[in-house]
Every structure is written in C-alpha cells, then in structure tokens.
C-alpha cells in the first residue's frame, strides 16, 4: 500500500537524489513519449474511473486541493481521482479561508503544506504562482491552472479526449484538421493544449479568435517550428468542412483590464459554434469540444446550448476523461503504476 512502499520509495530516492517525476507544472515537461505512456495509464484506470473494478492503492495517502480561483470540474475531479484510487483529500477553497488571506506567503503555505500531505493540485489566479509554489515543497505538485498561464492536466485530458474520438470515428490522428476558437489570449487550456499538440505528426490548425483575444505569437510560432499548418481566419463566416475537431472556449472577462471589459462589452456573435454553423459549415462528423464552463449568461456567445444532446457534441465524454486521466497523473507522479496494475490484475 502507498505509505509502505511507494511513499518510502519516493522519500529515499528524493533524499539520494535519484531524478524522480516530481510536478505537473507545465506540459513543457512533456515529451510525446511521456503523454502516450500516461494516456496508456488513463485507458488502464477506466474500469477503476467507471467503478467497475477497485483499488485501495493510495490508501492512507492525502492530497492537499488548493484552488484560490473558481472551479468545479478539475477540483473535483482531481478530489474524485485521488478517492477512487483509495486516498484522501483535504481541501481549501479561495483565499478568504486560507492565511494567505493573513498574508502568509507562497513559500510559507508551501513548505506547511509539504508536511501534511503527499500530493498537492493548486490553481492560482496568478500566472507562475504554482510553479513559485512547488518549489518549496518535497512533494508532487500538479498546477490546476495558474491565471492565463496553463493547465496541463486539462490539456492532458483533451489530447486523451481526441484519441479516443478519433478511434470511435475511425480516423487517423496525423494530418488532422483542428479548428481552436474563441479566447485564445487568456484561455489556459488552449496554451497548453496546443504545446501538446505540436508533440504530434503534422497537424493542421486553424485559430479563430475576436480581436485582441488572439493566440500569443510565442506559442503560434513553436507549433509552426515543429512542422505544423498553422493559420488565422477573421471569424467562422467560411466553410470549415474539413474541420475534425472544434476546441472553443469561453471568453476570460475575469482576465480583462477596466479598458477592455468596455470594449467587449457587447460581443459580436461572429464567433458562436451552434448547430446551425456546424449543419452548414462543417462535417458530420466534426466533433465539438470545450474545456467548460461554457458562458450561459444572456450576451455571452459561448458554445451554444443548441447542440446539446447532439452526438457530435463531445464535451461531457470529455469532463468524463478528466477522471481517468487524473488518475493516470497522480498513479504516475507517486509511482505505483505497477501495483495498480497488480490490482488490476487480481480483483
Ligand atoms: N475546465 C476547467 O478547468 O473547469 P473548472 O474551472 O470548472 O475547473
């Protein structure tokens, strides 16, 4: 069990200095090997995810859930991961309930925390926060998003979503068309889901974004380095039909300066995916993704509600995908992917 074997095994590698996998900090911590092996671990963890098999394997480990922003998918998600592979979880929500809010700092919170749990997922509204914070901890940290900066686990999940789309679909992933629209500035998960991406075989990507919400050039350049199409149109008023995938997001108003929540107060409606742009734009079998949550206030023009209970609507599937994904990262940062598998095998 985790505190007799695993925890040791990590404590004394640490101690001798063996290179251990310590954070999920940044998906730029990803090779293209290390996201096949952890989506081999997810597609190992659903039967586990769907309650169909059991294993008590982080018995008597603790995760400490950080999150000083809002959040419902991945903190209970990450909460449910943890459980479901046998452990604990305490919890804090926003800085009011924390001594941040006394004005402890980082580092102080850090090193606290490190000493009553093995593991912490923290989302920050501040971008390289986690990053600060990990490095004053001994054990894993995995960021849950730090302000516009990234979101590894969400990016990991989408990459895990796309594969499983594409072998229901029976199409192959190299040379994929993939369409990533709305906020691409403040937008976390498309920054780290297109660094993901660019670890893949030649793909083509188109982004579409209203203005001054575009894809920052850094990231647009690395993924055309690495050999991709990448392209920009002015909005989804064009035929999109060889699009396979549609990746929209939410636009980040709790991002914006007092200047800019006036200049968007009134967003245009160019950049809506309903059923309507996906009936006469795109393929059937384009598939539709969101990282959620998805705007429903009047005005907003996220992902239109229109398409739900449509097939090629894949957003739940996908928050379904973040259980076994998030397994896979906390079975593999504390190392007992092998006796998973032993449970696999015996239950
Ligand atoms: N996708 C995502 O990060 O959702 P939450 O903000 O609800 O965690």
Redesign the pocket.
Known sequence: RYTIAAACAVTLARQRGFPMPSHLLSVDSLSRDAVDHLIRIAERMEPIAQRRKVTRVLEGAVLGNLFFE??????ISFNAAFCRLGGSVCDTTGFTFSSMAKGESLYDTSRVMGGYVDAIVM?HPEQGSVAEFAEATQVPVIN??DGPGE?PS?ALLDVYTITKEFARLGKPLAGAHLLLTGDLKYGR?VHSLIKLLSLYDPLRITLVSPPGLEMPQHLVDLVASRGHRIETRPNLAESFDDVDVIYATRIQRERFTAEMSESFAELTSDFVVDRGFLDRRCSPTTIVMH???RDSRPGANDLSTDLNGDPRLAIFRQTDNGIPMRMAIFAHLLQVEDQVERDLRDV
């Open positions: 809002a959040s419902t998918r991945t903190r989302r849950g998003g979101h969400q998960t990282p959620l949550p």
